[in-house]
């Protein structure tokens, strides 16, 4: 399947000019997201939406990746009105992953997973989250919480739909996660350098 990237916000709270480009280890926080996506055995094109808001994130990718990654320009006004011009711009009528900007600690394992469990499910669309629980074990504090059946839930910021009824409300599957470093998304200095903290040991195994 094909993916999206949505990099089109102003991204506001971090106060670090556009937020797919700040230095993570030396590193565009977005090439991250890129890079596993790349490397996924699961995901085919990848396209990454952009704005008025995020220029240098259009130069950073088109000087990165060349022609092997796609940028779509949208208004940058609503998440959902991006993401439907943009999928209907690259004409995706099949399952797609949508997928925030801001995840630098997602990987190709964990992605090709995500896709493995949706094609199980049976569901035109499946939303990932974690168990609320699990943020407050690690000191996280997410901005949305959900209730589902009784459990609080936090989405990640990682969706499959189906494009082909991109316009239409989709019968949905939530699969869950125990996993805290898929929720990591960097919206303030601390959040920038906990992926940091962990991205260095990743490294030095």
Known sequence: MDAFIMAGGQGLRLGMDEKPCVDLLGKPMICYVVDALEESESIGDVYVTVSPFTPHTERVVQNCYGGNVKTIDTAGDN????MVYAVEQAKVAEPLM????????ITAGRIDSIVEEYYRCGKPSMSVFIPLSLCKKIGLRPDTVFNW???????????ILDGSKIREEQEY???LLEDPEVALNVNTAEDLQRCTDILEKRQNK
């Open 149 to 159: 059946s009784g459990n609080l839930i936090v989405p990640t910021g990682i969706n």
């Open 98 to 105: 949508v997928i925030m900007s801001d995840l630098p600690l």
């Open 79 to 82: 998440y959902v009105g991006d």
């Open 173 to 175: 599957y939530n699969y």
